[in-house]
T-cell receptor
Framework: NAGVTQTPKFQVLKTGQSMTLQCAQDMNHNSMYWYRQDPGMGLRLIYYSASEGTTDKGEVPNGYNVSRLNKREFSLRLESAAPSQTSVYFC???????????????FGEGSWLTVV | DAKTTQPTSMDCAEGRAANLPCNHSTISGNEYVYWYRQIHSQGPQYIIHGLKNNETNEMASLIITEDRKSSTLILPHATLRDTAVYYCIVRFLSSNTGKLIFGQGTTLQVKP
């Protein structure tokens, strides 16, 4: 039981390049999320998916796209990377609305992205 | 989701109990209190959550006041590995938006 797994852990991009961050969870959770955390700041929600086949914008969606490929996987794509997207990206998941232990959000270990 | 207020930093001696307070005076009746911690830029780690009763698990205890306007996270025997930023978050159990207002959290420094 690996929980939430993100790849890659580290990536350096040049401005204008594109890339996809991959995320998978093995907890049979229905909801998945992508956050970014800038130095000294709290986490900000980029996109979320409440169920397979649905996605919604969070606080800071500009410059990103997402795909909920199936129940397990939720990817984040940067179409044309910019230096302002240099950050640590966290994928997370939760079992929304399923009993009193539900809705706890579990996080991956993070992906460090630098755009030069 | 209601906002929370926490002290910026706290120290605790190794082996002693660490008591981390949180104010959430605007909490609504259906909002839960969640605690997370983040160790040196790792992914936030879930600790515990509760509605109105005190809760205990293998990591910590959560004490919620009767009026639910504040709570305290208790790490019963703090170790050096408990040094981290601790976040108190208020959230609806049925919320599926994923929006977590982490705030600045409390930096707990456990000292030998």
């Amino acid at each position: 039981n690996a929980g939430v797994t993100q790849t890659p852990k580290f990536q350096v991009l040049k401005t204008g390049q594109s890339m996809t961050l991959q995320c998978a969870q093995d907890m049979n959770h229905n909801s998945m999320y992508w956050y970014r955390q800038d130095p000294g700041m709290g986490l900000r929600l980029i996109y979320y998916s409440a169920s397979e086949g649905t996605t919604d914008k969070g606080e800071v969606p500009n410059g990103y796209n997402v795909s909920r490929l199936n129940k397990r996987e939720f990817s984040l794509r940067l179409e044309s990377a910019a230096p302002s997207q240099t950050s640590v990206y966290f994928c997370a998941s939760s079992l929304t609305g399923k009993g009193r232990s539900g809705n706890t959000i579990y996080f991956g270990e993070g992906s460090w992205l630098t755009v030069v | 989701d209601a906002k929370t207020t926490q002290p910026t930093s706290m120290d605790c001696a190794e082996g002693r109990a660490a008591n981390l307070p949180c104010n959430h005076s605007t909490i609504s009746g259906n909002e839960y209190v969640y605690w997370y911690r983040q160790i040196h830029s790792q992914g936030p780690q879930y600790i515990i959550h509760g509605l109105k009763n005190n809760e205990t698990n293998e990591m910590a205890s959560l004490i919620i006041t009767e009026d639910r306007k504040s709570s305290t996270l208790i790490l019963p025997h703090a170790t050096l590995r408990d040094t981290a930023v601790y976040y108190c978050i208020v959230r609806f159990l049925s919320s599926n938006t994923g929006k977590l207002i982490f705030g600045q959290g409390t930096t707990l420094q456990v000292k030998p």
